[in-house]
């Protein structure tokens, strides 16, 4: 019992549960809505990066950890195969989820946080978030075979039938409401409100938590300057998200479930949604505890732990690490690398127009393959920093003290 | 038209109206929940017990009450009620007459005042119409001028009528008032008898649960006038800090605490106590005569507590100490006080697991939090003793355990250096002072600055002892003296515990230590003075200086053995500090001391401390050269051979190179440190290392060593440390632990106190399970103290808070208390208490003088007895006057100051109200008066114990010492020495001034009066006293009456007394030498002053002038 809490709190680490979460996600994108096959290319390259994550996992103890997990999981669902979207093993998989859950409880640790009445609403979160990404991808699926079958999709049979307001809707809905104020009610007398100290400018709380929605937000403040993550990411999301009808002309999968017919979109929104946003949320919610520092789901939160912290920029990798020399004084050339490497980031667009995404530029035009693929790499810079920060320390890529900015 | 095709629903619609229907009362009793968990509240439940519990005291009694209401009483009363119905019913055929003629001039009044009133708004408006028609010139003037003649004449025969008939209606009204008097009377009587009957009846409506209190308590229907309702208590100048801003404390425990201002709740325990303690104040007299019934009364109610059946438990106890804290008529009155402001805790709160309840003990934490909470609250949690009870970590001010509720009392008299009726706290504080706490934790508050250094002179070390003695010392004190202050800072838990450090770094630690050690020593004999002192001159007698040591006093402030019985056991063991009073662990132990020092110091020690340091808190106790002798002689045998024989280890080289290179490299390279290493002798390191040492340990904030000189005391400071947050104590890893001290199992609950505790018992707990570099581990010193001392520092921690009140709350803020403050710091400072009783409390030295006629005074009555001249010259060298020479404890001379002896001058001056100054001296008395003192002088024997010849204050003849009934002071010294007015009255009543004094109370209280009698009002008659009635006779001018009368009047009595004292003192002693040491000459007696007028009724008339303004 104890090896498996153990095994997980590791796994939970954030540079660990995000890499696993985030090459999960690709297989069960690739193997399961693509059909993929272990055998074929792609599937090749996800079975190499599993053992990749073993061999130096040897050396990382850490990785062997993920590596496990990783060839676990992606033999389970290659095992699966288009099975996962059964219903019975849908029920099945909620039914483990639950059951860790609840057995999990029983750790004092874990029920300390996972059952603080606050806590309990992001918890809801990951189950609901789990089965409606699921029933989503599951319709998509099934409307997928029927259409490479030669058929239409389900929604699309159904759009002769006629229905009353009442009852059908206005009935249902209130049946909703009544039965929501009664979840309401019993809710907020069972778990009381969780009241702490009063306020006082002197002293903030430990861990000092922002509200759960901004909690993504916060989790980046981590990885970014606050001028980034705090003005010019959020402003991205919001303006990228009001992007999307203009981006997004594939009339295609209008009004019905469909992955195939609109993977590209479907794969970065849940991306964005679920790995970068909702991840983070839950990961700030439960994984982050006194100073900010990261504690497993059944790791006691103690204020005194102390985590080395000693991070350094790109600069010093490149003068100090691969010339053997004080960085140069002169921050135009101190920070070249970086300021390169940046420009080089933010001009792939054009490179690859002409080169693989040379399909996507056709299709679209200029300006929507512009803009779009502008929004898609900030949105990767993301995880790209979170993984170059875990891997080797890295604090800024482009670190200009003199006039304040950083990336 | 075609028929519309049904279309099919999508849902079964029978299906979803059962959804409907079921979701539907699924909601209704939702909003069932709402009202049911807002209406169960825990606090409604203990006000319904209490309730009952209320109920069923009132009903029985109620029945006590109507068994006690005498039965025949009632039932003659009754009968007479009847008798006089009969009677009325006899004479029927009157009374319906009279009452028949009541009635009809009842009516003829009505009748004839609403004419009245009519005609008189008639006339008003007929006032105005004439007025306004003259004025306005109108042609119907005259006319409507007639009118109103007319009207005011009817008007005015109706005044009349209506004066006639009130006039018959009243003596109608008197005729039948006869008849219903005399029922009246009667059932008056019975209502007098009843009343307290109805009063609990009235009290038992209040309290009943059932018939209109149901009702109002009903849920819904509550929030018109329940009975179940939150109290509180707001206190406008006590306050919460809420960080941004001070609010007033909102307290509302009563709404559980119901019975907390109420008598007759308490435990049986406290019942007990309560019963004993009012018992022992009546018999005494102390009660007032007019209050013995009510406290014969609560007697009688706690006796009752005491045998019924069930204990009352909490929260529906009464405050076990109403006089003094939560009674209307205590100091601190619950609408004032609140409860909060001293108890702590959340003050709005109404819910158990909310106020911050802290469980006193491990064992009740186990009991409360092993309960399961509820969801609803209810009889069950409490059967229990459980109200959802669990560790909050975000209550800021959680209550005082029970164990330091005194702590409550700091915040509010910290101006104070003793708390009256505060033993707990004044014990506390005391001992915080004695131990010196303040000297390396900073306390920024009154009562712990302006203090002295706690430990002694370290700069002449070597003139005083050697380097051996000083390891062994260092290394243990407590090896050397059980006793000792001086903590144990080496050789501790976190450095040699086999069971906390693992062996390589044991070893390692105990070469530090020793290294430490060796340089503490080495710094401090090579910075010493060597200053030569001289041996006495002749050889001393042990024998003898044993007697002086056990009486001249030193054993106030001294204790001679290491070793006595235990009570219990009955075995030999080692005495520990609290075996003692506090006041004589103010000096060493005396053991040993022939082991630590020498004899050429002890004799000029004794001599006089001064000399050796200026600021050496022991006074000198004036020894001649001989007695001195005798005293080093004595002191000398004290040896302590076995402790001088634990060998010394050698300090290890590389040691003491280890710690010295770890101080250098926090200023220099590890290189130059080595260099500079190299560079010095093993002395000179030792000697580095020995000045680091001081500033590492805090050597300097007990001791004063030359060149640490403004250096900040090491310790946190504690100004507000009871205000600081649980999170900031650093509780490492321990939980439980064996206590060294006493091997007993501890266990450290999670609250501040606990941490304090166990911080002060065993300083370095928390480093248990640490993983610590050397320099890093805890340095706090090892005070070895009990769990009562433990708890008291804790008390006197925890009450230190920036909680904060208005200045009109706070305790002693006024001008006066101030200047009394300040005097009983001075007296605690210089441990007067060790040979004085100061307000009441002192005198450790009795237990070592057998006879009480040796004791050092009773200064109780100070304040209001001695003249302040007098005072002042006396404090500042004791031999100015000598008041009762027989005695072999002395008055030490301490070397005050001008500003220190005034202070004290003032304090008691302020103690006993009396202005410092006032010309009483100067008074001339009448002869008259002399003489009638003089008679009564004789009458009464004084002259049996006390001596008037006049003597020379500084020799003073001895009485013969062994007849002890002689020994009282010559009144020849009470003229300079006492206070006019308090002569007479010491007189009169010695004993309530000093209980237990020998001077006899020749004017006993009358028991029922409480006024004075005079033992001469019979005896001036008898054949014995008939040459004193001759003599006295012409100064009443014959007047026999006058005479007889006089002698009852014990005042007038006195004050003859006094005046014939004050005609035979002396007026003028020596001036007190400025260093208190050479006596110098005596000045000439001044003249005297002229005549006063005689007294008439025996009172002198007072010189106002005097009074009031020596401020």
């Known amino acids: 019992m104890t090896f498996i809490k153990d095994f997980i709190n590791v796994l939970s680490a954030s540079s660990i549960s995000f890499l696993l979460l985030s090459s999960i996600f690709a297989f069960i994108v690739y193997f399961n809505l693509l059909d993929g096959q272990l055998r074929t290319k792609g599937g090749k390259l996800f079975l190499g990066l599993g053992i990749a994550f073993v061999l130096i996992g040897l050396f990382i103890r850490p990785l062997l950890y993920l590596g496990i997990a990783y060839l676990a999981i992606m033999f389970g669902l290659a095992h699966l195969g288009p099975r996962l979207w059964d219903r019975k093993v849908g029920k099945w998989l909620l039914i483990f989820m639950l059951a860790g859950f609840f057995v999990s409880m029983l750790d004092p640790n874990f029920f300390l946080i996972a059952a603080k009445p606050d806590n309990v609403p992001i918890g809801a979160m990951i189950f609901l978030l789990g089965i409606f990404t699921w029933i989503a991808l599951r319709k998509a699926y099934l409307n997928d075979k029927q259409i490479a079958a030669g058929g239409i999709p389900w929604e699309k049979t159904e759009t002769s039938e006629k229905l009353f307001v009442w009852p059908d809707l206005v009935y249902t809905e209130m049946l909703c409401m009544i039965l929501l104020t009664i979840v309401m009610i019993v809710w907020s007398i069972v778990l009381r409100a969780p009241l702490e100290e009063a306020a006082n400018p002197t002293s903030s709380p430990n861990p000092a938590k922002a509200p759960w929605y901004f909690l993504g937000l916060q989790e980046m403040l981590v990885y970014f300057d606050p001028w980034l993550a705090g003005v010019v990411l959020p402003t991205l999301i919001i303006v990228g998200l009001m992007a999307i009808p203009y981006i997004d002309t594939n009339p295609k999968g209008a009004g019905y479930y469909s992955f195939r017919e609109r993977k590209w979109e479907i794969g970065i929104f849940l991306y964005g949604f679920l790995v970068l946003w909702s991840f983070l949320i839950i990961t700030g919610t439960f994984l982050r505890g006194p100073n900010w520092n990261f504690f497993g789901p059944y790791e006691y939160w103690d204020p005194n732990k102390l985590v080395p912290l000693v991070n350094i920029d790109l600069s010093e990798f490149f003068w100090v690490s691969l010339f053997h020399m004080p960085p140069p004084r002169l921050w135009v050339i101190r920070e070249l690398p970086g300021i390169l490497l940046v420009v080089g980031y933010l001009s792939l667009p054009p490179l690859l127009a002409t080169g693989p995404f040379r399909r996507f530029y056709l299709k679209m035009g200029a300006t929507r393959y512009y803009v779009g693929a502008f929004l898609f790499l900030i949105m990767m810079a993301l995880p790209i920093k979170m993984v170059l920060r875990w891997l080797f320390n890295l604090k800024y890529i482009v670190h200009i003290q003199e006039i304040f900015f950083n990336i | ?1111």
Request: charged share 25%; with cysteine; hydrophobic share 35%.
């Open chain 2, 1 to 1111: 038209m075609k028929p519309q095709e049904p279309i099919p629903h999508n849902y079964s619609m029978r299906g979803l109206n059962l959804i409907f229907a079921l979701s539907s009362i699924g909601l209704l009793m939702a909003t069932g929940l709402i009202v049911g968990y807002d209406y169960v509240r825990g606090w409604k439940w203990f006000q319904r017990e209490f309730m009952r519990m209320q109920q069923e005291r009132i009903e029985s009694d109620l029945r006590a009450a109507q068994l006690e209401t005498n039965k025949t009483q009632l039932a003659d009363l009754d009968r007479r009620v009847r008798e006089n119905e009969v009677d009325i019913a006899r004479h029927r055929d009157q009374y319906v007459l009279a009452q028949k003629d009541l009635d009809r001039w009842e009516g003829e009044h009505y009748a004839a005042d609403q004419d009245f009133r009519f005609a008189k708004a008639r006339l008003d408006a007929q006032r105005y119409i004439a007025e306004a028609s003259v004025v306005e010139k109108r042609s119907d003037g005259p006319r409507q001028l007639a009118e109103y003649k007319r009207q005011d004449r009817h008007f005015n025969d109706l005044v009349l009528r209506l004066q006639d008939v009130t006039r018959k209606r009243d003596a109608a009204k008197a005729r039948v008032d006869v008849w219903l008097g005399k029922i009246k009377t009667e059932e008056d009587k019975r209502k007098e008898l009843t009343a307290s009957v109805d009063l609990l009846n009235k009290q038992l409506q209040t309290v009943q649960l059932t018939g209109p209190n149901l009702i109002l308590n009903l849920p819904m229907l509550d929030f018109v006038n329940p009975t179940f309702k939150v109290d509180q208590v707001v206190l406008s100048d006590l306050f919460v800090d809420v960080n941004y801003m001070h609010v007033p404390r909102v307290d509302r425990c009563m709404t559980c605490h119901r019975a907390i201002d109420r008598p007759g709740f308490e435990s049986k325990k406290e019942a007990a106590r309560l019963t004993q303690e009012l018992q022992q104040k009546l018999d005494s007299f102390q009660i007032a005569q007019e209050k013995r019934k009510d406290v014969e009364d609560r007697i009688a109610q706690l006796k009752r507590i005491e045998d019924a059946p069930q204990d009352t438990l909490n929260p529906w106890r009464t405050h076990p100490k109403l006089d003094l804290f939560v009674g209307s008529a205590s100091p601190h009155p619950l609408l004032d006080f609140g409860c909060t402001a001293c108890h702590r805790g959340q003050d709005r709160a109404t819910e158990f697991g909310r106020a911050g309840h802290v469980p006193a003990s491990p064992r009740m934490e186990r009991r409360w939090a092993s309960a399961v909470s509820t969801l609803l609250p209810g009889p069950w949690d409490y059967n229990k003793r459980h109200w959802a009870w669990e560790e909050n970590p975000f209550n800021e001010t959680p209550m005082y355990p029970r164990q330091y509720y005194e702590a409550g009392c700091i915040k509010c008299h910290s101006g104070q250096t003793w708390v009256d009726q505060g033993d707990e706290i004044n014990k506390a504080t005391s001992t915080v002072e004695l131990y010196g706490c303040y000297a390396c934790h900073k306390i920024n508050n009154w009562r712990f600055t302006d203090l002295r250094r706690p430990g002694p002179d370290l700069n002449g070390i070597a003139e005083k002892t050697t380097p051996e003695w000083a390891f062994r010392w260092i290394s243990e004190p407590h090896n050397f003296r059980s006793t000792t202050r001086m903590p144990s800072f080496f050789y501790q838990r976190n450095m040699i515990d086999p069971s906390v450090v693992p062996a390589p770094e044991r070893e390692q630690n105990i070469r530090y230590q020793d290294a430490e050690i060796h340089s503490l020593v080495t710094y401090l004999f090579s910075k010493s003075s060597h200053r030569p002192w001289q041996p006495p001159a002749g050889a001393g007698d042990a024998g003898r200086g044993k007697q002086l040591v056990e009486s001249v006093g030193c054993m106030a402030c001294h204790i001679d053995s290491e070793w006595l019985k235990d009570e219990k056991s009955g075995q030999n063991r080692l005495a520990r500090r609290d075996d003692y009073p506090l006041e004589r662990n103010y000096g060493f132990n005396l053991t040993g001391v022939g082991t630590k020092t020498h004899a050429a110091w002890i004799y000029n020690w004794v001599k006089n401390p001064k000399n050796y340091y200026a600021d050496a808190p022991m006074p000198s106790l004036r020894l001649t050269d001989q007695e001195a002798a005798d005293v080093t002689a004595f002191l000398l045998t004290l040896q302590k051979p076995q402790f001088m024989t634990s060998t010394i280890r050698p300090p290890d080289p590389a040691a003491v190179h280890d710690l010295a290179k770890g101080y250098l490299v926090n200023t220099l390279s590890d290189r130059d440190a080595e260099a500079k290493l190299r560079a010095m002798p093993l002395h000179d390191q030792l000697v580095f290392l020995g000045q680091r040492s001081i500033e590492k340990y805090g050597c300097y904030s007990c001791h004063n060593i030359k060149g640490f000189e403004g250096l900040k005391p090491i310790g946190t400071e504690l100004t507000v440390e009871g205000s600081k947050a649980l999170h900031l104590f650093d509780f490492g890893f321990v939980h439980d632990y064996i206590s060294a001290e006493d091997g007993k199992h501890e266990h450290i609950q999670d609250n501040v106190a606990s941490w304090v505790y166990n911080k002060v018992r065993n300083p370095r707990i928390y480093d248990d399970k640490r993983t610590k570099t050397y320099g890093d581990k805890l340095k706090m010193p090892n005070f070895h103290l009990t769990q009562d001392e433990a708890r008291r520092i804790t008390m006197v921690v925890l009450g230190l808070t920036k909680d904060l009140v208005a200045p009109e709350k706070m305790a002693a803020l006024d001008s006066r208390s101030r200047l009394m403050e300040e005097g009983r710091k001075r007296v605690s400072q210089h441990n007067c208490r060790g040979c004085h009783v100061v307000d009441g409390k002192g005198r450790a030295i009795a237990s070592t003088i057998a006879d009480t006629n040796f004791l050092p005074p009773d200064l109780s009555p100070e304040g209001s007895r001695a003249q302040s001249p007098w005072l002042f010259n006396f404090l500042k060298d004791p031999t100015v006057m000598k008041i009762r020479p027989w005695l072999n404890v002395r008055m030490p001379t301490f070397h005050f100051t001008d500003q220190e002896t005034n202070t004290l001058v003032t304090f008691f001056a302020e103690e006993g109200k009396a202005a410092q100054f006032d010309t009483m001296r100067a008074m001339h008395l009448p002869a008259a008066n002399v003489v009638i003192g003089k008679t009564v002088f004789d009458m009464l024997r004084c002259a049996q114990c006390h001596v008037m010849a006049p003597v020379d204050p500084e020799n003073p003849p001895k009485p013969t010492v062994a007849d002890t009934t002689s020994l009282a002071p010559n009144l020849t010294l009470a003229k300079l020495r006492l206070r006019h007015d308090w002569i007479a009255d010491w007189i009169r009543r010695p004993n309530e001034m000093i209980p237990g004094t020998r001077m006899p109370t020749n004017f006993p209280r009358d028991a029922a009066t409480g006024g004075f009698q005079s033992p001469l009002a019979m005896a001036i008659d008898t054949p014995q006293f008939a040459q004193y009635k001759s003599r006295l006779l012409p100064y009443f001018r014959g007047d026999e009456k006058e005479l007889r009368r006089t002698m009852t009047d014990a005042v007038a009595l006195t004050d003859y007394l006094r005046d014939y004292i004050w005609s035979i003192g002396i007026n003028q002693m020596r001036a007190a030498s400025p260093d208190g040491e050479v006596p110098t000459v005596l000045q000439p007696s001044t003249p005297a002053t002229p005549a006063m007028p005689a007294l008439k009724s025996g009172r002198l008339e007072r010189v106002q002038a005097g009074r009031g303004g020596g401020r």
